[in-house]
Nanobody, 128 residues
Framework: QVQLVQSGGGSVPAGASLRLSCDAT??????????MGWFRQITGKQRGAVGVVDNDGARRYADHIEGRFTVSRDTAKNTLLLQMDSLEPEDTAVYYC????????????????????WGQGTQVTVSS
């Protein structure tokens, strides 16, 4: 049984930085490897990707991130981090970490439906 427990988040002014953490317990995959990532849901919109990383450290980001956020993963500790810099009010959302099996072929998708395990979500509010 995989469990993802998030920490971090909160309310900050525009331009500030925040870091979110996600601690995973259990075995995500024993075959092709694993993908972990961050998604967010802005009020009134569907949940969408922020960035994902596979167990070898290869990362993909959603286009709107524009280099402001960094996804990192400590595979030994089973911890996923999201460093968010230069935050904007438009980044206000509930952020979720997710984990799933890495597909055969190796590329982690930015599609939320490919991820089987989810954290509890954490609110990030950026004021102007």
């Amino acid at each position: 049984q995989v469990q993802l427990v998030q920490s971090g988040g909160g309310s900050v002014p525009a331009g500030a930085s925040l870091r979110l953490s996600c601690d995973a317990t259990g075995t995500i995959s024993t075959g092709t490897g694993s993908c972990m990532g961050w998604f967010r849901q802005i009020t009134g919109k569907q949940r969408g990707a922020v960035g994902v990383v596979d167990n070898d450290g290869a990362r993909r980001y959603a286009d709107h991130i524009e280099g402001r956020f960094t996804v990192s993963r400590d595979t030994a500790k089973n911890t996923l981090l999201l460093q968010m810099d230069s935050l904007e009010p438009e980044d206000t959302a509930v952020y979720y970490c997710a984990a799933g099996v890495r597909p055969y072929g190796g590329i982690c998708t930015l599609t939320q439906y490919a991820y089987d395990y989810w954290g509890q979500g954490t609110q990030v509010t950026v004021s102007s």
